[in-house]
């Protein structure tokens, strides 16, 4: 059947020529239309596979978070998009020096680990869990920040995490169980999009990429959630501390000291996971034995 279209086709395209051109060049002139109309049904697909993802998420979280328990008679309802990550300065990281700039941590200065640090003993410390009752309308994400569509969901999802312990909400998170697929994917989502922010890195550093850092690592330290996206995502998180060593030895392109302890303090980071910990150790001492192979055998030569 696929030699009979082929023929068929070559057929219509002789015969519906116009005069002056070669079957070859209205071929080309046909092919190059039909690829442009390619073009505009993947962008389409694209937005359409956008909008089917967040809607997802915002079902998976209702199904989670079915009733709010009202304490006092009091209820505030906070929007959670609000910046989690304090503003910080990126003047030390608009020029590449060739060596570090700053006194203090690198990946401090990247506005990463320290605001970190603070919002969980801010959540930790704070009494009022009505003051920070997430919302249940993710907003759509636009395209130059793919981050914001999971990053937002998986803020939602440990502010109800948040709030189930303190009794505010009454959640059921064996609803992760039934939809894995929304947790893959937007497990998946979220690591791409660090791994492409690291692969070319772009200063200063968006407020998206740093929540996206925050959300990833509560993500896995957390004691309940951490076991369903370990269970689900395991291979894609595998997958990711690779790419990001490979970032580290490999990627010529990255030669900015911030950027790199960026990426080594994200390693650091997902070591605090004990899983995730003893794996990407056992990748770290493979790629010093290869390391101190390639040494010895230019050595001997």
């Known amino acids: 059947y696929l030699k009979i279209s082929k023929l068929a086709l070559a057929f219509a395209i002789i015969h519906s020529k ?5 079957c070859k060049e209205y071929t080309e002139h046909l092919a190059k239309i039909v690829s442009e109309q390619d ?16 809607l997802r998420q915002e079902l998976l979280l209702n199904k989670i978070c079915r009733r709010v328990c009202l304490e006092s008679g009091a209820f505030a309802e906070t929007l959670l998009d609000q910046e989690c990550i304090n503003p910080v300065s990126y003047s030390s990281q608009l020029e590449d020096s060739g060596c570090d700039v700053s006194n203090d941590c690198a990946f401090d200065s990247l506005g990463i680990a320290s605001d970190f640090h603070q919002s969980e003993h801010n959540i930790d410390a704070s009494k009022s869990w009505l003051e920070v009752v997430p919302p249940l309308n ?3 994400a636009s395209k130059d920040e793919s981050l914001t569509a999971p990053v937002q969901f998986f803020q939602h999802l440990l502010e109800i995490r948040k709030l189930s312990e303190g009794g505010i909400l009454q959640a059921d998170f064996t609803e992760l169980e039934n939809d894995s697929f929304t947790i893959c994917n937007s497990v998946s989502q ?3 999009g660090l791994t492409a922010f690291y692969n070319s890195p772009k200063f200063p550093v968006s407020n998206v990429l740093t929540e996206a850092v925050c959300v990833l690592i509560r993500l896995i330290t957390d004691t309940k959630l951490s076991n369903h996206v370990l269970k689900k995502c395991f291979k894609k998180l595998e997958e990711f ?4 060593i490979q970032i580290i030895l490999r990627n010529s392109s990255v030669n900015r000291f911030q950027a790199l302890d960026a990426v080594s303090h994200t ?3 997902l ?4 899983i995730l910990r003893n794996s990407l150790i056992s990748f770290l001492l493979s790629e010093l034995r290869q390391f101190a192979e390639h040494l010895l055998q230019a050595y001997q030569v």
Do not use: Q, T, Y
């Open 18 to 22: 116009p005069p002056g051109k070669s």
């Open 190 to 192: 979220l690591l791409d």
């Open 39 to 54: 073009f505009g049904w993947k962008s389409k697909v694209e937005i359409l596979e956008a909008e089917v993802s967040r």
């Open 267 to 269: 390693l650091v980071l």
């Open 241 to 244: 501390k690779k790419n990001l």
């Open 271 to 274: 070591g605090r996971n004990k």
């Open 138 to 140: 993710l907003f759509c």
